[in-house]
């Protein structure tokens, strides 16, 4: 028997991540300056980046797809991470969480996002998969002296474990029914062998729905993730709320869209009331809330159901309306955790949305920088969260489902509430508590990326619009 | 290089710089950067306006905002003659009042949020002249709508400015809820927004209809009356005229800016830029006129009794503003933008006059006022130019382009014309009148204020006065650009638009345009011989007249009582409906879930689901099987 090299040129982003990661792990015990264990992070992020650009091509027998979709989707996770990096290098003093295995854990993380995009084989995904999921949940406890901390670990890994144990069972399922865990195979067998009403096929998709519906934390699989929110650090509720949920697209897409394409009709059934329920829950309960971590949470449930919108169309429009879509939401959801993460200082919490209260008369930039992202959240024109709407909206119309727009449109209107109640707070009110915020220059970095992300993707949203296309026909 | 893109980002870059700067860096040297960009700004317009005038007219789209099908929507700029005229107005007036307001301002607590919301908002009058499409123009008529509330209300400490914002904007909603329809109309009926081949199909359009309720309405009167409402209210005309007058409650810099030179007169840009729009309606044409020619009559007697110096100049501009739309509605378009600039001059000239006599004596009554002329020599001999330029008195701008409305309304042949033309006549009469009443009663006689107030007159600093001056040049030469053609001149402004707006067909001789003229002419200078009798020679006539005509008196005196009618069949009921009907009957069951109750009813909705958040892993998991299983259920059985 012949050993062939496999082709590694598709996989060097991620070997290269790995070896980085492993390094800066170690490079823990003879650095002392964690700043300069996150400088370190974000160059060898920006290396990963770079080896990005060519490394097109498929590899492991198919098992591991680097194409325009996943490219795109690693940008998303990249993206994430140097964000999330940059209001970390403040707020983890803060929160006497200096550690330096806090960096190669959200690498580890990324990694694991990062195989799910490119993964070819269910083998593969699942790897990824919880090569993330482990990584987060130890981010998410990692305040180890907090309990609400612990507990938000907790129950994550609980219930993460729980839906887990669906998607194999899903996978199982596969595997018996079509002997194979390629999807390109499964997607062959099921049209060759006539097999689209077949009900453990149906069965299966339904699992798969469930651990994806986890991942993006959809209704009535959300639960988690309030809890989760806001016990976990902020940067990493930060950081949570856009990887996991991006990854969790980026395999509902390629699964569904390539294994399942046969029963798309099927599957569009099932995810419509996800869509509905999304956004009706998160919406809606969103405005009970009076913490900010929470409320952003259930905005975090919201926005997954808009952007399943995308996937119900289940066209190539739709997927790349709901990959602009999770980029959008990146730059707008950390901005406004950032303004968050401003605001805890030591001795203040700054979590309660009373503690916005006058913000514009003591900080009136970072009041001014929180109503932009508030806007974009709401999709406010011109701001980019306005351009990720409209685009998932005129998919869902294009592709038929006019009635699912406007309940979707309906909850968008409702959703303005409590994300301008922040700024009715910010600037109508007068200030009760004195807020000192924490800045740092790198925490300013990433406002400012993320403020002018905002704002240039809402006036000139082309360039992104086309490169999502162009992703997408690369699929 | 498309230099003419500096004409609106300048005005935007120093917004910017200001607004995140102005507070902790620059404060009190924020004026530097407002001025310096739109002087720029305005020199940029001036060589735009010789390139156009070569015959170089841009449209060009800078790049395609939105793509999804047919929808697609770009932003692009269109400058030809119409919007060259309208960048000279806008930043030639703007660039004097900036300075200005230097003068004006100094001082302020809120100096580098003035300067900041000044550069906003002439960034959006620009976007709105330059646009080359419809969504460009919406963008640009609620930015200016959105400024002027910051502005109106810009000393939001006390009530009646705040209150007198939120008047402004709520009553302008009302008009543009019209106007975006009409937009919607356009969109759905030509599959796009760009002005160049909506208005070259919308011929084949003329006489469509559309079924409405019911009813077959004809397509191209009901998109030209939806825009018309917009303008209505943006214009201040009747019947939502009544925000203009409060909005002097911001300071005097921006009732020159916003509500006399440029804002309100984004209506009458808006309804000649789509002139070939309103040509297929006659319906459509009658409205624009008459409701001009009557608001501007009834703006015009108004203006004869109030007291507050501000408010008689913005009746004024209410009624300058009728005149305008009154040439719109019978064709006569490049009249109306005659108006526009040559009274962008004189109005704002006022304006900053009656505020350098605020300055001075610290209140608006003109009843306290008097004999300032010996104290604010400079104020008083420009001011007297204004009200000369606006009476219409020969020689000046305003005469030359409000003649060219009577006559154009007078000889255009349209149905209307002559009724049109005899409420311009009888308005021709008032403007004057009120003009040198408030001229008289300001300036001369003595001063009917406190010692106290007597002793802190003083003229205002150059920085005030010389804007004055310049705009007083303005008042005298601006329209000499459009001197008719039977005195002499070469009537350059009106065909200078001809291009973009067209010529009406005046059926008329020399003759009858000389007597039209002379007509026009005796009728002005009998308004301000009158007004020197009463307010100069015999003071006590006013009072008796007032005594004997009482009613008429207190109807002007209480402008029509129009608001008090508002008051009466909108706002009471309103209220009424509020207090007894919601409050005490259905608020706390069912509006209430609508209206207030979205925390209260769909909080309490929520307030149920969060209770299902227990924070008890074994629940959620429960909650996640269920979902599962109703799933499965849904689809396989």
Redesign the interface.
């Given at each position: 028997m012949q050993l062939v090299m496999p082709d590694l040129n598709p996989v060097i982003p991620e070997i290269l991540l790995t070896v980085l990661a492993l390094i800066l792990l170690m490079a823990d015990l003879v650095i002392k300056r964690k700043e300069t264990i996150a400088f370190l992070s974000i160059v060898s992020v920006a290396g990963v980046a770079y080896t990005l650009i060519g490394s097109a091509g498929t590899t492991f027998g198919g098992m591991f797809v680097s194409d325009g979709y996943s490219t795109f989707f690693k940008l998303i996770f990249l993206v994430n991470v140097i964000l999330t990096i940059l209001i970390s290098v403040r707020y983890i003093v803060v929160e006497n969480i200096n550690f330096g295995e806090y960096y190669g854990l959200i690498l580890f993380s990324t990694l694991g996002m990062m195989i799910m995009a490119s993964a070819g084989d269910l083998i593969v995904l699942y790897l990824g998969l919880e090569l993330m999921a482990l990584s987060t949940y130890v981010l998410a406890g990692f305040i180890r002296h907090n309990v609400k901390s612990n507990e938000a670990a907790?129950?994550y890994f609980?219930?993460g474990a729980?839906?887990s144990a669906?998607l194999l069972y899903g996978m199982s399922m596969i595997y018996g029914l079509t002997g194979t865990t390629d999807l390109k195979a499964i997607a062959t067998y099921i049209s060759k062998n006539g097999l689209e009403g077949n009900?453990t096929l149906?069965?299966s998709m339904?699992?798969f729905?469930?651990a994806f519906g986890?991942k993006i934390a959809a209704v009535?699989?959300h639960?988690?993730a309030?809890?989760a929110y806001e016990g976990a650090p902020t940067t990493i509720t930060a950081f949570m709320s856009v990887g996991p949920k991006a990854a969790g697209f980026a395999v509902l897409g390629r699964v569904f869209m390539t294994a399942f394409g046969a029963i798309h009709v099927?599957w569009s059934?099932?995810l419509i009331?996800l869509a509905i329920l999304s956004m009706c829950?998160g919406n809606?309960?969103?405005?009970?809330q009076t913490n900010i971590k929470r409320m952003l949470a259930y905005s975090s449930i919201a926005h997954a159901g808009y952007a399943l919108l995308g996937v119900i169309a289940a066209n190539n429009e739709g997927l790349a309306s709901m990959m602009n879509y999770m980029l959008i939401y990146a730059f707008m959801n950390i901005g406004a955790f950032g303004i968050v993460i401003l605001l805890r200082s030591e001795g203040f919490k700054g979590e309660d949305i009373t503690d916005y209260e006058g913000l514009a008369k003591t900080h009136?930039?970072s009041a001014?920088l929180m109503l932009i992202f508030m806007f974009s959240l709401t999709g406010i024109p011109p701001t980019a969260g306005f351009?990720g709407k409209?685009?998932v909206f005129?998919s869902a119309i294009?592709a038929g489902y006019t009635w699912l727009v406007v309940i979707a449109v309906i909850f968008s209107v409702?959703s303005a509430?409590f994300y301008l109640r922040i700024v009715m707070y910010m600037y109508m009110r007068e200030p009760k508590v004195e807020v000192s915020l924490s800045t740092s220059p790198a925490i300013g970095l990433a406002l400012t990326v993320t403020v002018v992300a905002t704002l240039v993707i809402g006036?000139?949203?082309?360039v992104l619009?086309e490169l999502a296309r162009a992703a997408i026909s690369r699929f | 290089m498309k230099a003419y893109l500096l004409i609106p980002f300048l005005p935007l870059a120093a917004f910017v710089i200001n607004?995140?700067f102005g507070?902790d860096l620059i404060k009190d040297k924020s004026h530097w950067i407002s001025c310096s960009t739109i002087i720029g700004s305005f020199i940029v317009s001036v060589i735009t306006l010789f390139d156009v005038i070569n015959g170089k007219v841009i449209n060009e789209d800078l790049?395609?905002?939105?793509?999804?099908?047919k929808?697609r929507v770009s932003v692009g700029f269109l400058i030809d003659q119409l919007t060259a005229v309208m960048l000279i107005v806008v930043t030639g007036v703007g660039s004097l009042i900036f300075i200005y307001s230097i003068g004006y301002m100094h001082g302020d607590k809120g100096y580098y949020r003035f300067f900041a919301y000044l550069s906003l908002f002439v960034f959006f009058m620009l976007m709105l002249v330059m646009g080359n499409n419809f969504l460009i123009l919406y963008l640009g008529w609620e930015g200016v709508g959105l400024c002027s509330y910051f502005l109106i209300g810009f000393w939001f400490e006390k009530k009646s400015a705040s209150d007198a914002g939120k008047k402004a904007f709520i009553t302008c909603r009302f008009g543009d809820f019209g106007f975006a329809l009409g937009v919607i109309m356009i969109f759905l009926t030509f599959g796009t927004l760009h002005y160049v081949p909506v208005f070259t199909e919308a011929k084949n359009f003329a006489g469509q209809t559309v079924n409405l309720l019911g009813y077959d309405v004809n397509l191209m009167t009901l998109i030209a009356l939806l825009l018309f409402a917009g303008a209505v209210g943006k214009s201040a005309q009747i019947p939502l005229h009544v925000w203009l007058p409060d909005a002097m409650e911001g300071p005097t810099p921006v009732s020159a800016l916003i509500h006399a030179a440029t804002m309100v007169t984004a209506g009458v840009f808006m309804v000649a830029r789509c002139s070939p729009i309103f040509n297929l309606s006659e319906v459509a044409m009658y409205t624009v006129a008459i409701t001009g020619a009557v608001t501007s009559l009834f703006a015009a007697t108004i203006g004869t009794l109030q007291n507050d110096i501000k408010r008689i100049i913005a009746y004024s501009t209410i009624s300058h503003l009728g005149m305008m739309f009154a040439a719109c509605g019978v064709g006569a378009y490049a009249a109306g933008i005659f108006h526009l600039y040559t009274h962008a001059f004189f109005k704002a000239l006022l304006f900053l006059a009656a505020g350098s006599v605020i300055h001075a004596v610290h209140h608006n009554d003109i009843q306290r006022m008097g004999g300032l002329k010996k104290y604010m020599p400079i104020t008083y001999i420009t001011m007297f130019i204004a009200a000369l330029s606006a009476g219409g008195v020969p020689g000046l701008s305003g005469f030359f382009s409000k003649d060219e409305i009577i006559w154009s309304t007078f000889a255009s042949g349209s149905p209307i014309g002559k009724f049109v033309w005899i409420l311009m006549t009888a308005v021709a009469f008032f403007t004057p009148f009120y003009s040198f009443r408030m001229i008289f009663l300001t300036f001369h006689g003595k001063f009917r204020g406190t010692h106290h107030e007597e002793h802190h007159l003083h003229e205002s600093p150059p920085i005030m006065t010389i804007p004055l001056i310049l705009l007083a040049a303005g008042a005298v030469v601006a329209g000499w650009a459009g001197i008719p053609a039977i005195l002499g001149g070469g009537a350059h402004i009106v065909h200078f638009l001809e291009p973009v707006l067209g010529h009406p067909e005046l059926h008329g001789t020399h003759a009858q345009e000389f007597g039209i003229m002379g007509l026009s002419t005796t009728i002005a200078l009998s308004g301000i011989v009158i007004a020197a009798i009463f307010y100069l020679i015999k003071t006590y006539m006013p009072v008796t007249l007032a005594e004997r005509f009482r009613s008429i008196y207190r109807t002007l005196f209480n402008k029509y009582y129009v608001d008090e009618l508002y008051s009466f069949i909108i706002i009471r009921p309103a209220l009424w409906i509020a207090n007894t009907i919601i409050e005490g009957f259905t608020d706390a069951k069912i509006i209430e879930g609508i209206v207030n109750g979205?925390?209260r009813s769909?909080?309490r909705?929520?307030?149920i689901?969060?209770k299902v958040?227990t924070?008890l892993?074994q629940?959620?998991?429960v909650?996640?099987a269920?979902?599962?299983l109703v799933?499965?259920a849904?689809?396989?059985l």
């Amino acid at each position: 028997m012949q050993l062939v090299m496999p082709d590694l040129n598709p996989v060097i982003p991620e070997i290269l991540l790995t070896v980085l990661a492993l390094i800066l792990l170690m490079a823990d015990l003879v650095i002392k300056r964690k700043e300069t264990i996150a400088f370190l992070s974000i160059v060898s992020v920006a290396g990963v980046a770079y080896t990005l650009i060519g490394s097109a091509g498929t590899t492991f027998g198919g098992m591991f797809v680097s194409d325009g979709y996943s490219t795109f989707f690693k940008l998303i996770f990249l993206v994430n991470v140097i964000l999330t990096i940059l209001i970390s290098v403040r707020y983890i003093v803060v929160e006497n969480i200096n550690f330096g295995e806090y960096y190669g854990l959200i690498l580890f993380s990324t990694l694991g996002m990062m195989i799910m995009a490119s993964a070819g084989d269910l083998i593969v995904l699942y790897l990824g998969l919880e090569l993330m999921a482990l990584s987060t949940y130890v981010l998410a406890g990692f305040i180890r002296h907090n309990v609400k901390s612990n507990e938000a670990a907790l129950k994550y890994f609980l219930l993460g474990a729980f839906s887990s144990a669906f998607l194999l069972y899903g996978m199982s399922m596969i595997y018996g029914l079509t002997g194979t865990t390629d999807l390109k195979a499964i997607a062959t067998y099921i049209s060759k062998n006539g097999l689209e009403g077949n009900k453990t096929l149906l069965l299966s998709m339904i699992l798969f729905a469930v651990a994806f519906g986890f991942k993006i934390a959809a209704v009535p699989f959300h639960m988690w993730a309030p809890d989760a929110y806001e016990g976990a650090p902020t940067t990493i509720t930060a950081f949570m709320s856009v990887g996991p949920k991006a990854a969790g697209f980026a395999v509902l897409g390629r699964v569904f869209m390539t294994a399942f394409g046969a029963i798309h009709v099927e599957w569009s059934v099932v995810l419509i009331p996800l869509a509905i329920l999304s956004m009706c829950i998160g919406n809606v309960v969103a405005i009970a809330q009076t913490n900010i971590k929470r409320m952003l949470a259930y905005s975090s449930i919201a926005h997954a159901g808009y952007a399943l919108l995308g996937v119900i169309a289940a066209n190539n429009e739709g997927l790349a309306s709901m990959m602009n879509y999770m980029l959008i939401y990146a730059f707008m959801n950390i901005g406004a955790f950032g303004i968050v993460i401003l605001l805890r200082s030591e001795g203040f919490k700054g979590e309660d949305i009373t503690d916005y209260e006058g913000l514009a008369k003591t900080h009136p930039l970072s009041a001014a920088l929180m109503l932009i992202f508030m806007f974009s959240l709401t999709g406010i024109p011109p701001t980019a969260g306005f351009i990720g709407k409209l685009y998932v909206f005129m998919s869902a119309i294009n592709a038929g489902y006019t009635w699912l727009v406007v309940i979707a449109v309906i909850f968008s209107v409702i959703s303005a509430y409590f994300y301008l109640r922040i700024v009715m707070y910010m600037y109508m009110r007068e200030p009760k508590v004195e807020v000192s915020l924490s800045t740092s220059p790198a925490i300013g970095l990433a406002l400012t990326v993320t403020v002018v992300a905002t704002l240039v993707i809402g006036v000139f949203p082309s360039v992104l619009v086309e490169l999502a296309r162009a992703a997408i026909s690369r699929f | 290089m498309k230099a003419y893109l500096l004409i609106p980002f300048l005005p935007l870059a120093a917004f910017v710089i200001n607004i995140l700067f102005g507070r902790d860096l620059i404060k009190d040297k924020s004026h530097w950067i407002s001025c310096s960009t739109i002087i720029g700004s305005f020199i940029v317009s001036v060589i735009t306006l010789f390139d156009v005038i070569n015959g170089k007219v841009i449209n060009e789209d800078l790049y395609t905002w939105i793509v999804s099908d047919k929808f697609r929507v770009s932003v692009g700029f269109l400058i030809d003659q119409l919007t060259a005229v309208m960048l000279i107005v806008v930043t030639g007036v703007g660039s004097l009042i900036f300075i200005y307001s230097i003068g004006y301002m100094h001082g302020d607590k809120g100096y580098y949020r003035f300067f900041a919301y000044l550069s906003l908002f002439v960034f959006f009058m620009l976007m709105l002249v330059m646009g080359n499409n419809f969504l460009i123009l919406y963008l640009g008529w609620e930015g200016v709508g959105l400024c002027s509330y910051f502005l109106i209300g810009f000393w939001f400490e006390k009530k009646s400015a705040s209150d007198a914002g939120k008047k402004a904007f709520i009553t302008c909603r009302f008009g543009d809820f019209g106007f975006a329809l009409g937009v919607i109309m356009i969109f759905l009926t030509f599959g796009t927004l760009h002005y160049v081949p909506v208005f070259t199909e919308a011929k084949n359009f003329a006489g469509q209809t559309v079924n409405l309720l019911g009813y077959d309405v004809n397509l191209m009167t009901l998109i030209a009356l939806l825009l018309f409402a917009g303008a209505v209210g943006k214009s201040a005309q009747i019947p939502l005229h009544v925000w203009l007058p409060d909005a002097m409650e911001g300071p005097t810099p921006v009732s020159a800016l916003i509500h006399a030179a440029t804002m309100v007169t984004a209506g009458v840009f808006m309804v000649a830029r789509c002139s070939p729009i309103f040509n297929l309606s006659e319906v459509a044409m009658y409205t624009v006129a008459i409701t001009g020619a009557v608001t501007s009559l009834f703006a015009a007697t108004i203006g004869t009794l109030q007291n507050d110096i501000k408010r008689i100049i913005a009746y004024s501009t209410i009624s300058h503003l009728g005149m305008m739309f009154a040439a719109c509605g019978v064709g006569a378009y490049a009249a109306g933008i005659f108006h526009l600039y040559t009274h962008a001059f004189f109005k704002a000239l006022l304006f900053l006059a009656a505020g350098s006599v605020i300055h001075a004596v610290h209140h608006n009554d003109i009843q306290r006022m008097g004999g300032l002329k010996k104290y604010m020599p400079i104020t008083y001999i420009t001011m007297f130019i204004a009200a000369l330029s606006a009476g219409g008195v020969p020689g000046l701008s305003g005469f030359f382009s409000k003649d060219e409305i009577i006559w154009s309304t007078f000889a255009s042949g349209s149905p209307i014309g002559k009724f049109v033309w005899i409420l311009m006549t009888a308005v021709a009469f008032f403007t004057p009148f009120y003009s040198f009443r408030m001229i008289f009663l300001t300036f001369h006689g003595k001063f009917r204020g406190t010692h106290h107030e007597e002793h802190h007159l003083h003229e205002s600093p150059p920085i005030m006065t010389i804007p004055l001056i310049l705009l007083a040049a303005g008042a005298v030469v601006a329209g000499w650009a459009g001197i008719p053609a039977i005195l002499g001149g070469g009537a350059h402004i009106v065909h200078f638009l001809e291009p973009v707006l067209g010529h009406p067909e005046l059926h008329g001789t020399h003759a009858q345009e000389f007597g039209i003229m002379g007509l026009s002419t005796t009728i002005a200078l009998s308004g301000i011989v009158i007004a020197a009798i009463f307010y100069l020679i015999k003071t006590y006539m006013p009072v008796t007249l007032a005594e004997r005509f009482r009613s008429i008196y207190r109807t002007l005196f209480n402008k029509y009582y129009v608001d008090e009618l508002y008051s009466f069949i909108i706002i009471r009921p309103a209220l009424w409906i509020a207090n007894t009907i919601i409050e005490g009957f259905t608020d706390a069951k069912i509006i209430e879930g609508i209206v207030n109750g979205v925390p209260r009813s769909i909080g309490r909705f929520a307030g149920i689901l969060r209770k299902v958040q227990t924070g008890l892993t074994q629940h959620y998991a429960v909650i996640m099987a269920v979902g599962i299983l109703v799933i499965i259920a849904f689809v396989l059985l």
